[in-house]
T-cell receptor, first 116, second 112 residues
Framework: NAGVTQTPKFQVLKTGQSMTLQCAQD?????MSWYRQDPGMGLRLIHY???????DQGEVPNGYNVSRSTTEDFPLRLLSAAPSQTSVYFC???????????????FGPGTRLTVL | AQSVTQLGSHVSVSEGALVLLRCNYS??????LFWYVQYPNQGLQLLLK??????LVKGINGFEAEFKKSETSFHLTKPSAHMSDAAEYFC??????????FGKGTRLHILP
């Protein structure tokens, strides 16, 4: 199993450009999430999904869109990039049991995004 | 909504000394709690989790944490620090909804 994969590893954008960060997992996990990591801020939840066709907002959803058309894929779209979106983005997945997510989240290697 | 507070953004301990990383949580329902470790330029790896079974939870690499409901705490400890423990540590909570919220992290420095 490849686990959680993210592409690209690095990306530089100009202000106003749009792009999609890709995330895929091959573990048949229902729960997937996107976080951004900034120095001194820890990981902040952007969006999450409890299954195909179901997404919801996290702590910092503004400027980002997601969709979940399949169990495997959970892309994150930046609609109009801003310098404040310069960050490292992590995708994660897990297999929740008994309702609330209570299992280990498996993290991808991250995408380092710079917006000029 | 649930939240996590990690006391101390940086903690330094001598090699062989006790490691204590503090985590306090807020949740309107009995929480699920997690500790993750991040080594430089890597993703996060689960150290241990609490899901309402035993209050003392043992994890990988000799780490353990104790859930104390009265103190709303889930502090991470290791009896004897090793140089390889230098990393950033994150506490996380899963509460009423499906969100898993992380703290701001504590960077652990090991002094020779």
């Amino acid at each position: 199993n490849a686990g959680v994969t993210q592409t690209p590893k690095f990306q530089v954008l100009k202000t106003g450009q749009s792009m999609t960060l890709q995330c895929a997992q091959d573990m048949n996990h229902e729960y997937m999430s996107w976080y951004r990591q900034d120095p001194g801020m820890g990981l902040r939840l952007i969006h999450y999904s409890v299954g195909a066709g179901i997404t919801d907002q996290g702590e910092v959803p503004n400027g980002y869109n997601v969709s979940r058309s399949t169990t495997e894929d959970f892309p994150l779209r930046l609609l109009s990039a801003a310098p404040s979106q310069t960050s490292v983005y992590f995708c994660a997945s897990s297999y929740p049991s008994g309702g609330r997510p209570n299992n280990e989240q498996f993290f991808g290697p991250g995408t380092r995004l710079t917006v000029l | 909504a649930q939240s996590v507070t990690q006391l101390g953004s940086h903690v330094s301990v001598s090699e062989g000394a006790l490691v204590l990383l503090r985590c306090n949580y807020s949740s309107s329902v009995p929480p699920y709690l997690f500790w993750y470790v991040q080594y430089p330029n890597q993703g996060l790896q689960l150290l241990l989790k609490y899901t309402s079974a035993a209050t003392l939870v043992k994890g990988i690499n000799g780490f353990e944490a104790e859930f104390k409901k009265s103190e709303t705490s889930f502090h991470l400890t290791k009896p004897s620090a090793h140089m390889s423990d230098a990393a950033e540590y994150f506490c996380a909570v899963s509460g009423r909804d499906d969100k898993i919220i992380f703290g701001k992290g504590t960077r652990l420095h090991i002094l020779p």
